[in-house]
């Protein structure tokens, strides 16, 4: 049977932080135990969404999911083992924000079975945290890490940024060192991005604020991956390292391409084939969640030509690519031919047991070599 994944997207924060662009809400923390309602009667509504799958992941994202008291996270996951077919391992994970939880809630979200934690550190620099906009402090960091350990979760990742503004290279090098010493299962290391319709997009264009430049943005990513790699942690995405066995399911599956559900105001969801996303604002999903209507925003049937550029999209940010045998657009040997303009302008493709992967320097041009592939 099939594998897949349900994502849950909570949208409520204290505050925004300048370089996010995912879909939040804040102030409105009233609206929480209605939202809790609305969400709990989309899972109803997509209980046929898929067929012949099991879930094997879940996966709460936001804003701050951490947000839910326990008991409306507890109704939530009640209902979708109602509804779904979910496996008895799943990897069921949840972001929380440093500072915002304490040990008790941990405690009492680790028993109603959330088992993967993903705290967002973002970084041990208090400054360059007051300039990203977070809340916390490097202390609340460390301690939201220790109460964690003391819960109870056994999978934890912990979310960093770098290529911050006035981030210097030899900090972001003890921060690493830091963060290793704590051990944590997993770390996703991501490289500040200017995304439109922020605050840091604005901050940039009116010149407030400088990029840092792309010889240091490519001397941290190997920093990064050098300093991780010793501490052996496995490098298997672009932005994301483990310990063994430890990799992101719920990540995997996009990369992959598996299906997936989305629930939540701005969430995402694909069948193999077809594409969905829900409207990004909270007044349109629980009124339509409330007449009995999937909150959908618009859907997309994937062609042929956009199969392969997701493909090529998702898999090579893969560390180990992904298997010829994925391309239905074309036979091996056409796409062996139509990739060899592209080596003679990029020598990082290696091509080895059926399978195609971006050579390890090759990762620091991935998204110009990605576009440059791409069927338009």
């Known amino acids: 049977m099939n594998k897949a994944g349900i994502y849950l997207h909570i949208p409520f924060c204290k505050t925004k932080c300048i370089y996010c662009d995912f879909y939040s809400v804040i102030n409105k923390d009233e609206r929480i135990p209605d939202f809790v309602e609305c969400m709990i009667n989309e899972i109803k509504l997509n209980k046929k969404t898929l067929y012949d799958v099991e879930y094997n992941t879940i996966f709460f994202g936001g804003g701050t999911p951490s947000v839910l008291e326990e008991n409306q996270l507890d109704r939530i996951m009640n209902e979708l083992h109602s509804n779904f077919n979910i496996t008895?391992?799943?990897?069921?994970?949840?972001e929380c924000n440093p500072g915002e939880i304490n040990f008790e809630k941990l405690k009492n979200f680790r028993s109603i079975g959330i088992n993967r934690l993903s705290i967002g550190f973002q970084t041990l620099n208090d400054n360059l945290l007051k300039f990203l906009g977070r809340l916390h402090n490097t202390k609340q960091s460390l301690e939201t890490y220790d109460n964690a350990i003391k819960a109870g979760y056994e999978n934890?990742?912990?979310?960093?940024?770098?290529?911050?503004?006035?981030?210097?290279?030899?900090?972001?090098?003890?921060?690493?060192?830091?963060?290793?010493?704590?051990?944590?299962n997993h770390i996703s290391a991501y490289s500040l991005t200017v995304?439109?319709?922020?605050?840091l997009n604005a901050m940039v264009k009116n010149k407030t604020i400088h990029m840092p430049s792309t010889k240091i943005d490519r001397k941290m990513f190997l920093t990064t991956s050098e300093i991780l790699t010793e501490a052996n942690y496995g490098h298997y995405e672009i932005s994301n390292f483990s310990?063994?066995?430890?990799?992101?399911?719920?990540?995997?599956?996009?990369?992959?391409?598996?299906?997936?559900?989305?629930?939540?105001p701005g969430a995402h969801g694909f069948d193999g084939k077809k594409r969905w996303w829900n409207k990004k604002s909270i007044e349109f999903?629980?009124?339509?969640?409330?007449?009995?209507?999937?909150?959908?925003?618009?859907?997309?049937?994937?062609?042929?030509?956009?199969?392969?550029?997701?493909?090529?999209?998702?898999?090579?940010?893969?560390?180990?690519?992904?298997?010829?045998?994925?391309?239905?657009?074309?036979?091996?040997?056409?796409?062996?031919?139509?990739?060899?303009?592209?080596?003679q302008k990029w020598p990082y493709f290696k091509i080895r047991n059926e399978r195609i992967k971006l050579k390890y320097d090759g990762l620091l041009f991935a998204d110009e070599i990605i576009s440059d592939l791409f069927l338009i």
């Open 285 to 343: 999903y629980m009124n339509s969640i409330k007449q009995n209507k999937k909150p959908i925003q618009e859907q997309e049937i994937l062609s042929n030509q956009d199969q392969f550029n997701e493909l090529i999209m998702n898999g090579l940010r893969l560390v180990d690519g992904f298997e010829l045998s994925k391309i239905s657009l074309m036979t091996q040997d056409e796409f062996l031919k139509y990739l060899k303009p592209h080596e």
């Open 243 to 264: 310990k063994k066995n430890k990799n992101c399911k719920h990540n995997l599956h996009y990369w992959n391409l598996d299906p997936y559900i989305a629930l939540g």
């Open 156 to 184: 934890i990742n912990i979310d960093l940024i770098y290529d911050i503004p006035n981030q210097k290279i030899k900090d972001w090098k003890k921060e690493l060192v830091q963060i290793c010493t704590l051990s944590p």
């Open 195 to 199: 995304e439109n319709n922020t605050k």
């Open 88 to 94: 008895d391992n799943a990897e069921i994970s949840l």
